[in-house]
């Protein structure tokens, strides 16, 4: 049956949000996901579910879902502008959608910004201070509206970021006394446009890293991988981004794929039916949790009987990142073959065998992101 689409002046505007993510990497896998998966005849309408929406898979859920609430105003106050969260970065709306924050993870900003609003510097203190005490646990932030972000628990930017005095801002009276210092002193302007930006501190990533340490050790320590190792995953996947998400469908700081990684660890170590879904995904300690249970998968099957530690970690990288089956079609197309390759070269053959001949060049460059990443937090196996 043919597959008709209503363009929907709502469909548009979420080609227009997509298309830039999706030429630049993976368009063509996201393509395809909704071309065969939406092949019941479905008519996309605003602000209506397709009838078969409780049958797709989560991650055509949640295209659908993100494309059908943004409003269109959101759309004639941003036009080109409009943003969405990545994988590196977390993108939020308030003041009925007047207000677009910014966090890029990879180089440390944040940029906060009103346009089009009638009180612009009482929505940019009110912004500053609700970024500033975004708590830790992404379930608490709706992405997808401009409603307030919920402002409990530790924030997930203590430490990341100081006010004008140097201090860690972590409690409301110092981010409202900073909010204020910032739209008194570093504010910018054009027209009816009025912004700051906000540095992170130089070493962002280390307390991020010493954020979720107490997570990552207990994962490491129950499946037997290196804590340096999953720190360097998380870095390499996310820069340490609690909201991140791909346009593939893949959530959170160690960027796990629900029908992938996600099921797999439900059927082999939780020994359970299903996957977990995009909340489970999105909670920092399950995350990691079963980020790091697929990597003692991956070490206890798909790549079981590479003899040497090291050998076996630079596999592993790169499995995680473009699969097992790959990983060994670099060395043979048989897997005993392969693994018997693998053991009868030294650690740096693999490693630089993985690095000319494996077939993604994305995964040949995530082995070398994360191999560096790993010495920096304490080494290799």
Partial sequence: MAVFFLLTPMFRLVLRLLLPQWQRRRYLLLYPLLWFSLTGGLVLADAELPDNFAELSDDVQSVILEFMFFPEQANQVWGNDLAVSGVRSLVKYLDDFHTQVRIDFDVGTIHIESRGSHTPLQALRHAIEATLLTPADPAAVDLLTAADFGLTGTPFLAGKVQDQEGKSVEFPWRARRYAEYLVAHQLQHTGSRYWVSIPMVRQFRQVSAQQYGE?????????????????????????????????VGAYGLMQVMSGTAGQDVYDKIYQRSGRPGRDVLFRPEQNIDIGTAYLSILRDRYLRGIQDAQKQLYCMIASYNGGAGNLLK?????????????????ANQVYRTILSSHPSQESRNYLKKVSAAQQRYGGGT
Avoid: C, W
């Avoid at 050790?217 to 995953?233: E, S």
């Avoid at 060395?331 to 693994?339: L, S, T």
């Fill in 215 to 247: 997570l990552v050790h207990q994962a490491a320590n129950r499946y037997g991988i290196p804590a340096a190792l999953i720190l360097a995953i998380i870095e390499t996947e996310s820069s340490f981004n609690p909201f991140a998400v791909s346009p």
């Fill in 330 to 346: 670099t060395f043979h197309r048989d897997r005993q073959k392969a693994i018997a390759r693998i053991n009868a070269m030294s």
